[in-house]
């Protein structure tokens, strides 16, 4: 355990708690590369996955490509993100005083047990036995609808895709379109089998399957007195939450009920309402390829007979302060979830959100799920990545995933085979004379036909997954002691500059670029190559290769 902050410290507050186990959806049944294995032979799943994320990708490519500050705004987001991590703890403090002030109840979740037990004390406080939901990343983390459904509380989600994922007892798989792994005949058949009321003449069409789902929920709106929501946004200065959406279920949600219940992730508050203005440029663009999104929803406290006369709003920490205390990786923080990562992830794009175990899937999921739970407990995710890159350029406030995935391959716990293996590499890399009898075998392995197959156990596992390179027949050593067509300086060229001239000076005995007679080496006839060795002040061999093959005295030869 960690050591106290300082000794004239009287209280321990130790390191900030990850998300608990057993409660929520943050962490898979199975590694990544098991549940991705299954994944990839579902060929539905792949074309329905291509072709929504393909939409999606060309939509938002043009309404970007509309703004000549696209990447200003990028930056402005992400220093905004940024200025917001720094003062984390006051800002969330201004924000309970205002909504305190606006008449509004603030509840703070230490975690996802916290926050489910806070939500359904509300609502059976209501005597409500039903709650309406507006679609909430936060509640899917913390498994409310499990909460709830133990205590006797029916969920219904009324975003259409929500709505599907949940009438097929389904789990989402992207952030943003959580029912992408489902086509139209598919939706049919769980509106048809789950759907109460529904038209059994229900065909695939589109507009009739909206229509079907818009006559369901508009009772459900209107016969429900609790809604519970998740927030894009809260402005700190004004006590401000913020949802946006595409639907109009939101609105509904929001404005309907007798009582409102808000859970948030620390991460979302922003200082000011000039803050907002640059995210409500980025989010829709990024999203869903709008240049606005259809609905903003905006609300302060309580408004005596406007909208929801009782607002409570739940604070989620479930494993941010672990985060955030990582300086490296807090940056995973600043996500405004627009799932643009996950729309240019070659993995996400063949996978589906379901092979990642956590309800944030995606590259984004990759480093956030095993932040929020402590890396041991999602191991593979951080390997997810092919690290093209295409994330952190997709991404709108410019959260460099592929470094934050590296950062956090650093951190997972490694094989001991692998340990060893690393271990040994390095010594022998270290070691010159070492890594040309390494390079020697490994041209015999070639000649003994192991090129083409995988390593042999314990190694195995590494190339499971790749190619093992083939060794090429010459190496870099044999062909430079082999080489006799290098030109001679011509006399007349001034001594070059920097590392050769630099090293040669220092050696002042060198044969380096000085006699052609020297040795196989000396035929770098003085080029900077031959430096290094020739810096020892003794028989130079300006070769590498040389210094494999006889006594070389050279410092960076010297085997510690
Ligand atoms: S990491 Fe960036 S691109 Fe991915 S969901 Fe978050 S904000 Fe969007």
Redesign the pocket.
Known sequence: MSEPASASSSTFLGMPATAPRGVGHLRGDRPFPQAARDALQNSQLRRNLRHATTTIRGKSGRVIAELPDWQALRDAGSAIKTDVMSRLPELLVELEERVVAAGGVVHWAADAHEANRIVTGLVQATGSERVIKVKSMATQEIGLNEAFEAAGITPVETDLAELIVQLGDDKPSH?LVPAIHRNRSEIREIFLRAMPGVDPALTDDPPVLAAAARRYLRETFLSTRVAVSGANFAIAETGTLGVVESEGNGRMCLTLPDTLITVMGIEKVLPSWRDLEVFLQLLPR?STGERMNPYTTMWTGVTPGDGPQNFHLVLLDNGRSAVLADTAGRSAL?????????NVCPVYERTGGHSYGSVYP???GAVLSPQLTGVADNASLPFASSLCGA?FD????K?D?PSLLVHLRNKAPHAAAEKAAMAAAARIMDRPRWYASAQRAAKMARIAGRRGRGLPPPLSGWTAGRDLPEFPEQTFRDWWSGRTDTPARPAADPPSPGFSSGVSGSDGGSSAGRDASAGPGSSAGGESLAAPESSVGRESSASPDASAGRESSAGWEDER
Not at 334 to 342: D, E, F, Q, V
Not at 394 to 397: D, Q
Request: hydrophobic share 50%; charged share 5%.
């Open positions: 952030i990024a600043h996500c405004i979830r627009c799932s643009a990562c996950l995606g590259p984004i994330c997709a991404c709108p406030v959260i995933i």
